[in-house]
């Protein structure tokens, strides 16, 4: 009993002067640095505003109409920059790129990227800059065209899915093209050999990978802040499970890593270029000069970075524009009669097709624009002390770039909410991180590397499904009675599924397989 009381009283007197420490240090902050920003309750600072249940770029965006496109957050011990306005997204990720290009601590980072030592949560070290050069060449246009025919494979693999699909009265969109994606993902990561065929993934061997799937899909939907991170010393609490569900994920995914590589190494094969994947390519220079005696844990955190960062963001940005179709029927329209024109109805599109699918790019552009994969880019971190927008910002400061908030901006866009493809008929701004306007992969030296291969993954499979399926809601369902709440997460979803009835356009006899 006796310990019992002192254990209890030693606990309060620890929360006691952390929380002095904490007040003092957040006022010292704000009378330091003088950035506006809401004022913030003793201790927890700004943390009320970001309740487990609040979509933060959306609480973030309302509050940069009271305190402008800059402005500081003060959450537990944190510090967080808000940026919400093209002329200061570029300051940070262009004309002061270097300053603003770590990355914070996170539990993420820390628990389920092999203790930051990936290429996403690294600091801008020559670790970062080893997996960065690699996997960007990995990724380049060359290799990406590489993979032509392994990506006409998954096409042909998904439509031969949906097809089976059409006998279920309706399918979860999402769900579906989840597992189109991670089936692809994988064949470009481990190789055909190792992801096996058509038939493969639709047997139970395929369980394996379902699961790590969903696991892919229950960290992106984790709350955006854990308690942890706001304040160090409570991180044993585990509120919320946040930790023991990355440590989980780490578990179940270091194990799928490891065993892929075994595979590899024990199994010598004549696979050709186009048949490898991600990790063959690099376990063969992996001693060599190309290969710069990269480690086994680097190879690991390259597929571990790429599994994690492109599924999902791609899986929701052709979710997006499917969801946008089938609430805007004559852009749906408007778009399979610009595939009946430039494709045919003979023969299934091809990647050459894309460049004259103008309306499908502009389509997919306008969904970018309004549902960004990551509203808020991942966080930031200052490197030094600097100034921005006539404000010193110190060392260490996170930074959270809204691009949900500039990409709706009604000061940039008109009728920002609506969804409007013809916007860009003459309109050049793109994506590629040139224009601040639009930034859904960045821009800077920690832009998306997967960008090229991420944009043409949405164009081919929406290009796909759309000629050879029609996908309708359920009967009796208006487009106007699709509930689009957007639901809290890292990456953007919702919070009710889309269901959907799939029906052949075109004869699927078109499909023959070659997988
Ligand atoms: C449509 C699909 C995709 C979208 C919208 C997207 C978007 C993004 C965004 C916004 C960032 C953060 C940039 C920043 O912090 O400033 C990012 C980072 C990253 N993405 Fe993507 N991405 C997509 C697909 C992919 C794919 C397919 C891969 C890999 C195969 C990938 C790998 C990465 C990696 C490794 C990073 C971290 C880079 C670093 O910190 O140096 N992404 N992506």
Redesign the pocket.
């Known amino acids: 009993m006796f310990s019992d009381m002192s254990a209890l009283s030693l606990l309060l007197l620890i929360l006691l002067v952390s929380t002095i420490f904490v007040y003092t240090k957040n006022v010292v902050l704000r009378k330091e640095t003088g950035i506006p920003g809401p004022r913030g309750w003793p201790v927890i600072g700004n943390l009320p505003l970001l309740n487990s249940e609040s979509i933060v770029h959306l609480t973030l965006m309302n509050l940069a109409q009271k305190f402008g496109p800059l402005y500081q957050l003060r959450l537990g011990m944190l510090k967080v920059l808000v940026i919400s306005s093209p002329d200061l997204a570029k300051e940070i ?1 262009k004309n002061q790129d270097a300053s603003f ?1 770590g ?1 914070p601590f996170t539990l993420l980072g820390e628990l389920v990227f092999y203790q930051r030592q ?5 600091q ?1 070290d020559d670790n ?1 800059r080893l ?2 050069k690699l ?1 960007s060449e990995l ?1 380049s246009s060359k290799a990406v065209q590489q993979q032509q025919v392994s990506r006409h494979e998954t096409m042909m693999t998904a439509v031969n899915l949906l097809l089976e699909c059409q006998q279920k009265q309706l399918i979860d969109l999402r769900e579906e093209l989840l597992d189109i994606i991670f089936y692809h ?1 994988s064949k ?2 481990l190789g055909k050999r190792l992801t096996g065929g058509m038939s493969a993934a639709k047997s139970s061997e395929c369980n394996g990978r379902k699961n790590l799937s969903q696991l892919i899909r229950a960290v992106a939907s984790l709350p955006f802040l854990v308690l942890g991170e706001c304040f160090p010393f409570l991180r044993w609490l585990d509120v919320g499970g946040a930790e023991a569900t990355f440590v989980q994920v780490h578990r179940e995914f270091d194990s799928f890593i490891s065993d892929a590589i075994d595979a590899l190494r024990r199994e010598a094969t004549s696979d050709t270029p186009e048949e490898q994947g991600f990790m063959q390519t690099l376990l063969s220079i992996q001693h060599t000069e190309e290969g710069k005696n990269m480690t086994d844990l680097q190879i690991k955190c ?1 597929i571990n ?7 999902e ?2 899986t ?3 979710f997006f524009v499917m969801a946008e179709l089938l609430r805007n029927p004559d852009v749906k329209e408007k778009l399979v009669k610009e595939l009946d024109e430039v494709v045919g109805r003979e023969r299934v599109v091809e990647e050459s097709d894309l460049i004259n699918l103008k309306y499908l790019k502009m389509v997919i552009k306008e969904t ?1 624009r309004l549902h ?3 509203p808020l ?4 971190e200052s490197t030094v002390p600097t100034t921005v927008g006539g404000y010193e910002i110190p060392k260490n400061m996170q930074v959270f ?1 809204n ?1 949900y908030a500039i990409q709706r901006s009604p000061e940039l866009w008109e009728s920002p909410n609506s969804f409007k493809p013809e916007r860009f008929a003459n309109n050049p701004v793109d994506m590629k991180g040139q224009d601040f306007c639009l ?13 090229g ?3 043409l ?2 164009e081919i499979t929406l290009a796909t499904l759309l000629q050879m399926f029609e996908f309708s809601l359920p009967a009796g369902m208006k487009p106007e009675d699709m509930d689009m709440t957007e639901k809290a997460g890292v990456t953007s979803s919702l919070v009710y599924p889309i269901l959907v009835s799939v029906t052949p356009r075109l004869s699927p006899n078109l499909c023959s397989m070659q997988t």
């Open positions: 990720l290009a990355r990936d290429m996403i949560f690294a801008c970062w997996m960065r996997g990724m993902m470009l990561l390259l970075d790429f599994l994690m960062a492109g599924v963001t791609t929701g940005s052709i970018f960004p994969s990551l880019l991942l966080p930031h770039i691009i930034l859904p992969f960045g821009a800077g030296r920690r832009q998306c590397p997967g960008m291969i991420g944009a993954m949405v």
